[in-house]
């Protein structure tokens, strides 16, 4: 058996033991607004912006500034680009597992396992940089009532040691101590997720109902931000617009792409969707047009109502709001944000879990992670073993690192995908495909050198913990998976 060996296309399995189908287009573009629109336009945008400076004064990135709605654009396009091969795929492959279970049908096994372990840095690393970022609004949220938490119980020990901030690096010597060691967690991070984790046991039509009513709360906190910033936007902001040039724009793309990862998740839904065929598509390409449209507008607001640099911040969008004077709307939007970043973790929780149970149920992972619960029909050891992975995590990372680490893998996960529609296309050409990519050798292309490009912009650092995180992948790969795969092993029951 070869390693690049292909997994047959097949109808998932939706019998007594399979997943139920309970989701339709409109559960799934309100999916995608609650993945994508989430830390990314309220963490990380601050940080595209101003660039990142460690404390002592090692410049890691540097900022868009006011250009930084064109790295929006930018990734808009890439996002379009790879959204578009998997929309096909999708409406080819409707089975959980998303880039991975693409990968094993086009690319064969070695690929999918490459891919499904970057997908860990997408879902489950990704979280613990959103539950980071919910923790700072939902402190700022506190402080509006006159609660204050003790610093050293909101930011854990790796955040801390990279912090540029006087304020909270000086944590290291002035936080209590257990036999010499700083106590140093984020405990608000740490219970988002803990909660999060118990709504997704419930069931799926539990937690979609949940999602959509945070997916309206958010975009009604995104309008506010709008409008009421918009009357208050001085255009000496804008000046000048791109302080870096087209090195901090890329640079900012590659920070703020963390803004635009999620839309994949709704492919991970395929085998819960009514008609995935038409819905998915639809879910995956409707949702990530709405949202560029929606950050591009945000972006210029930001940009404009205060000066780039002063939006380096776990929470900019808030405290922008502030800087001008508006602190009432700063309040609700730290409100509304903690609810919109609640629905992001929702559905990347959502998401690990199937990528899981998609690899398992194949013999990658062994056979526990492929069992659902008889009454609810979702993956829930999975789910509660990702989040006490996610919450642990949470309570001690540093937010800038695991952003980069996510990103990284997302978009290497994207790229293979924009291959994979290529392969298919001249593998199996008469396959039928209920949605085309068009202009096929054009869109892949670009697609894959799009997303290698964007990953280029991040710092080494990043690339070098990718290449740590490859590694170990493969080494669990040839000491389990290799051996334990069912295309090498067909009569193993799972």
Same mark, same amino acid.
């Given at each position: 058996m070869?390693?690049?060996?292909?997994?047959?296309?097949?109808a998932?399995d939706?019998?007594e033991?399979?997943?139920?189908r309970?989701?339709g287009?409109?559960?799934? %573009?309100?999916?995608?607004?609650g993945?994508?629109i989430?830390?990314g336009?309220f963490?990380?945008l601050g940080?595209?912006a101003a660039?990142?400076?460690?404390?002592?004064?090692?410049?890691?990135?540097?900022?868009?500034?006011p250009a930084?709605?064109?790295?929006?654009?930018l990734?808009?396009?890439?996002?379009?680009?790879?959204?578009?091969?998997?929309?096909?795929l999708?409406?080819m492959?409707?089975q959980?597992?998303?880039?991975?279970?693409?990968?094993?049908?086009?690319?064969g096994? +070695?690929?999918?396992?490459?891919?499904?372990w &970057?997908?860990?840095?997408?879902?489950?690393?990704?979280?613990?940089?959103?539950?980071i970022?919910w923790s700072?609004?939902?402190?700022?949220?506190?402080s509006?009532?006159g609660?204050?938490?003790?610093?050293?119980?909101?930011?854990?020990?790796?955040n801390v040691?990279?912090?540029?901030?006087?304020?909270?690096?000086?944590?290291?010597?002035?936080?209590?101590?257990?036999?010499?060691i700083p106590?140093l967690?984020n405990l608000?991070?740490?219970?988002?997720?803990?909660?999060i984790?118990?709504?997704?046991?419930?069931?799926?039509?539990?937690?979609?109902?949940?999602?959509?009513?945070?997916?309206?709360?958010?975009?009604?906190?995104?309008?506010l931000?709008?409008?009421?910033?918009?009357?208050?936007?001085?255009?000496?902001?804008y000046k000048?617009?791109?302080?870096?040039?087209f090195?901090?724009?890329h640079?900012?793309?590659?920070i703020?792409?963390?803004?635009y990862?999620g839309?994949?998740a709704?492919?991970t839904?395929?085998?819960?969707?009514?008609?995935p065929?038409?819905?998915?598509p639809?879910?995956?390409l409707?949702?990530?047009?709405?949202?560029?449209?929606?950050?591009v +507008?945000v972006?210029?607001?930001?940009?404009g109502?205060v000066?780039?640099?002063?939006?380096?911040?776990?929470?900019?969008?808030?405290?922008a709001l502030?800087?001008?004077?508006l602190?009432t709307?700063?309040?609700?939007?730290?409100?509304?944000?903690?609810?919109?970043?609640?629905a992001?973790l929702?559905?990347?929780?959502?998401?690990?879990?199937?990528?899981f149970?998609?690899?398992?149920?194949v013999?990658?992972l062994?056979?526990f992670?492929a069992?659902?619960?008889?009454k609810?029909?979702?993956?829930?050891?999975?789910?509660l073993?990702?989040?006490?992975? %996610?919450?642990?995590?949470?309570?001690?990372?540093d937010?800038?690192?695991?952003?980069?680490l996510?990103?990284?893998?997302?978009? &290497?996960?994207?790229?293979?995908?924009?291959i994979?529609?290529?392969?298919?296309?001249v593998?199996?050409?008469?396959?039928?495909?209920p949605?085309?990519?068009?202009?096929?050798?054009g869109?892949?292309l670009?697609?894959?050198g799009?997303?290698?490009?964007?990953?280029?912009?991040?710092p080494?650092?990043?690339?070098?913990?990718f290449?740590?995180w490859?590694?170990i992948?493969l080494?669990?790969y040839?000491?389990?998976?290799?051996?334990?795969s069912v295309?090498?092993?067909?009569?193993?029951?799972?």
């Amino acid at each position: 058996m070869s390693l690049f060996d292909r997994k047959p296309i097949a109808a998932a399995d939706n019998g007594e033991h399979g997943m139920r189908r309970t989701l339709g287009a409109g559960d799934l %573009v309100m999916l995608a607004i609650g993945a994508v629109i989430g830390a990314g336009i309220f963490s990380s945008l601050g940080t595209a912006a101003a660039g990142e400076t460690l404390a002592d004064g090692t410049v890691v990135r540097y900022g868009a500034g006011p250009a930084l709605v064109l790295s929006f654009i930018l990734l808009g396009a890439v996002c379009g680009l790879a959204a578009l091969c998997y929309a096909e795929l999708a409406s080819m492959i409707p089975q959980a597992g998303s880039a991975y279970a693409y990968s094993y049908a086009t690319l064969g096994e +070695i690929v999918a396992w490459v891919v499904g372990w &970057a997908l860990i840095l997408e879902y489950a690393v990704g979280n613990v940089a959103v539950a980071i970022g919910w923790s700072g609004y939902f402190t700022s949220l506190l402080s509006g009532f006159g609660i204050d938490l003790p610093p050293w119980l909101t930011h854990g020990y790796w955040n801390v040691k990279a912090s540029s901030d006087p304020a909270i690096h000086g944590l290291l010597e002035t936080a209590p101590r257990i036999g010499g060691i700083p106590i140093l967690v984020n405990l608000p991070a740490f219970g988002i997720v803990a909660a999060i984790t118990v709504l997704l046991m419930q069931g799926v039509k539990e937690s979609t109902r949940a999602n959509n009513i945070m997916v309206v709360v958010k975009l009604l906190v995104l309008a506010l931000f709008v409008i009421v910033g918009a009357m208050h936007i001085d255009p000496a902001n804008y000046k000048p617009f791109a302080p870096n040039g087209f090195r901090g724009i890329h640079q900012g793309a590659a920070i703020v792409f963390f803004a635009y990862i999620g839309f994949d998740a709704i492919s991970t839904a395929a085998e819960e969707t009514k008609n995935p065929q038409r819905n998915l598509p639809i879910g995956i390409l409707g949702g990530l047009a709405v949202c560029t449209v929606i950050y591009v +507008i945000v972006g210029g607001v930001a940009t404009g109502l205060v000066p780039y640099d002063q939006l380096r911040s776990s929470d900019p969008l808030a405290k922008a709001l502030s800087l001008a004077g508006l602190s009432t709307a700063s309040w609700i939007v730290a409100a509304g944000a903690t609810v919109s970043m609640a629905a992001v973790l929702l559905v990347f929780q959502y998401g690990q879990p199937r990528i899981f149970y998609s690899m398992a149920r194949v013999g990658l992972l062994p056979k526990f992670a492929a069992k659902l619960h008889p009454k609810t029909r979702t993956p829930h050891i999975t789910t509660l073993i990702t989040g006490v992975a %996610v919450a642990l995590g949470s309570l001690v990372a540093d937010d800038a690192a695991t952003y980069d680490l996510t990103n990284i893998g997302t978009l &290497a996960a994207f790229a293979v995908v924009c291959i994979g529609v290529l392969v298919l296309r001249v593998r199996e050409p008469d396959r039928h495909r209920p949605f085309r990519v068009p202009f096929v050798w054009g869109v892949t292309l670009l697609g894959a050198g799009a997303c290698v490009f964007v990953m280029k912009g991040l710092p080494s650092s990043a690339w070098k913990a990718f290449g740590v995180w490859m590694a170990i992948g493969l080494v669990i790969y040839f000491s389990y998976g290799f051996r334990h795969s069912v295309l090498r092993n067909p009569t193993d029951n799972r």
